[in-house]
């Protein structure tokens, strides 16, 4: 006769698997949400939606707490080997980096209430604009690697935060030239030189992603052999 019993346990471990990769998908949604209406509530100067995203953190903070208790119960309870517990342990990495993606997104919605009533100019926020777009599309390829498992997928994040550096160096450069040439624009660029670093930190846990996407599908840490190896294999 079958053993239903161990069938049921078996069943009931892979629903809390699922569930946790659920879990993580719906922070992450959770959290690429809130770099968009960080954004935009910086470039629109929208105190009523920098309010909004200021106060959804709450619920990034409380989702990251409750997929760190269900992994951590989940390695008390099942005692899980090899790729189970190299997936919980990855889980519990992603949840945290995601919460502090989470705080970079709160921290530009935060910034735009202090730019309150400061008239932004196009040239001013159209490097931010661009930057955003760049660590939104990071953290959207990070996470569809990790749901997949893509370890290809995951390198070419990786590879690609040489251009989220890059990116954030002209930011930088730019809006210093324009406090150089004018003092007036000091205030609002300092403004913007933050909310440039704090994109820049995005586009850092988004690699961060990545790097765990790649362990989860290889069992392996990413390093600059392999990503550099993958360059040529890409150029070829």
């Known amino acids: 006769m079958p053993n239903t019993g161990t069938d049921h346990i078996v069943t009931s ?7 946790l990769a659920q879990a ?7 959290v690429e949400v809130a770099i968009e209406n960080g954004t935009r509530a910086l470039l629109r100067l929208d105190r009523e939606l920098a309010d909004v995203t200021i106060i959804a953190d709450q619920r990034i903070d409380d989702m990251q707490r409750q997929i760190d208790e269900m992994a951590v119960s989940m390695i008390a309870r099942r005692q899980p080997m090899a790729s189970d517990l190299r997936a919980i342990i990855t889980a ?14 709160k921290q530009l919605a935060r910034r735009s209430l202090k730019l309150e009533g400061i008239n932004l100019q196009p040239t001013f926020y159209n490097g931010v604009k661009n930057m955003t777009a760049l660590v939104s599309r990071q953290v959207k390829d990070a996470l569809d690697a990790y749901a997949n498992r893509e370890a290809a997928a995951s390198v070419e994040v990786c590879n690609r935060d040489d251009e989220v550096d890059a990116m954030h160096t002209s930011l930088f450069r730019e809006l210093l030239t324009y406090m150089l040439e004018d003092p007036r624009n000091i205030t609002t660029c300092t403004h913007l030189l933050f909310c440039a670093k704090n994109l820049e930190r995005i586009g850092d846990h988004a690699t961060n992603i990545a790097e765990r996407a790649y362990y989860l599908a290889t069992g392996k840490q990413l390093t600059s052999d392999v990503q550099q190896l993958q360059r040529q294999q890409i150029k070829a």
């Open 13 to 19: 471990y892979n629903e809390e698997l699922a569930a």
């Open 24 to 30: 993580i998908a719906e922070m992450g949604g959770q």
């Open 92 to 105: 519990i990495h992603v949840a945290n980096d995601l919460e502090r993606i989470g705080d970079m997104a």
